[in-house]
Nanobody, 128 residues
Framework: QVQLEESGGGSVEAGGSLTLSCSHSVVTGSSQYCLAWFRQVPRKGREGIAFLSIDGSTDFAASVADRFTLSKDTANNRLFLQMTNLKPEDTAEYYC?????????????????????WGQGTQVTISS
């Protein structure tokens, strides 16, 4: 089991930047797990936008690939989602997710059912 907690959400104007943080820790199980950021707007499903594999490789949804980046603080078990040039359509609840992979880590296009561990979310609001 992996525990996750997001922070860093808030309200910014369009064109601005924001960095979200995901604190993650293993309760039981391997120390090797995949991490991802999803986001959700009301009445829509969660969309996976950024993925970190165990080998450190990253992948991003096309909607954010040229604006969002991932970084990590391994010593403190934190994953950061750096968001730049934010747009009103980036407004959403942002969630950190984790999974112990059976093979390769799930990536862009993966569904929420592939990620069993979730944080509580942090709200990001972008005003035009």
């Amino acid at each position: 089991q992996v525990q996750l907690e997001e922070s860093g959400g808030g309200s910014v104007e369009a064109g601005g930047s924001l960095t979200l943080s995901c604190s993650h820790s293993v309760v039981t199980g391997s120390s090797q797990y995949c991490l991802a950021w999803f986001r959700q707007v009301p009445r829509k499903g969660r969309e996976g936008i950024a993925f970190l594999s165990i080998d450190g490789s990253t992948d991003f949804a096309a909607s954010v690939a040229d604006r969002f980046t991932l970084s990590k603080d391994t010593a403190n078990n934190r994953l950061f989602l750096q968001m730049t040039n934010l747009k009103p359509e980036d407004t959403a609840e942002y969630y950190c997710a984790a999974v112990f992979p059976r093979g390769d880590c799930p990536s862009v296009g993966s569904g929420t059912w592939e990620w069993p561990y979730w944080g509580q979310g942090t709200q990001v609001t972008i005003s035009s």
